[in-house]
Nanobody, 119 residues
Framework: QVQLVESGGGLVQPGGSLRLSCAAT????????MGWYRQAPGKERELVAR???????NYADSVKGRFTISRNNAKNTVYLQMNSLKPEDTAVYYC?????????????WGQGTQVTVSS
C-alpha cells in the first residue's frame, strides 16, 4: 500500500506563490501518473495538473502559465509550483497517484492541504 504525504499549503496574498510537495512512502515501479486535484467549498473536485512517469504533463486551463508540475522519481515526489495566485485558487489541494496495468490498477490520495489566497 502506498501513502502520499503532502506539504506546503498555507495562506498567501493574491499574486503570491506557494509550492506544494507530495511524497510517496515507497518506490513506484509500475507505469504511473501523479497529479494534483483541488476542491473548493461547494464545488466538485477538479484536476489541476498531472505528470506521467515519463514526464508528460497536462494542466487545467485555469492554471496554465501560472502553475508548474514536476517530479523527482528518485525521491518518489511530485511538486506543484503555484505562481500569480488568485483568490479563486483557494481550495483544498489533493495529491493523487494512479498506477496502470490493464487500466487503472491503483488509485491513491493524500490527505489534502489547504491553500488560501486572500489579502
Amino acid at each position: 500500500q502506498v501513502q502520499l504525504v503532502e506539504s506546503g499549503g498555507g495562506l498567501v496574498q493574491p499574486g503570491g506563490s506557494l509550492r506544494l510537495s507530495c511524497a510517496a512512502t515507497r518506490s513506484i515501479f509500475s507505469i504511473n501518473a501523479m497529479g494534483w486535484y483541488r476542491q473548493a467549498p461547494g464545488k466538485e473536485r477538479e484536476l489541476v495538473a498531472r505528470i506521467t512517469d515519463r514526464g508528460s504533463t497536462n494542466y487545467a486551463d485555469s492554471v496554465k502559465g501560472r502553475f508548474t508540475i514536476s517530479r523527482n522519481n528518485a525521491k518518489n515526489t511530485v511538486y506543484l509550483q503555484m505562481n500569480s495566485l488568485k483568490p479563486e485558487d483557494t481550495a483544498v489541494y489533493y495529491c493523487n497517484l494512479k498506477t496502470y496495468g490493464s487500466g487503472v490498477v491503483g488509485d491513491y490520495w493524500g490527505q489534502g492541504t489547504q491553500v488560501t489566497v486572500s489579502s
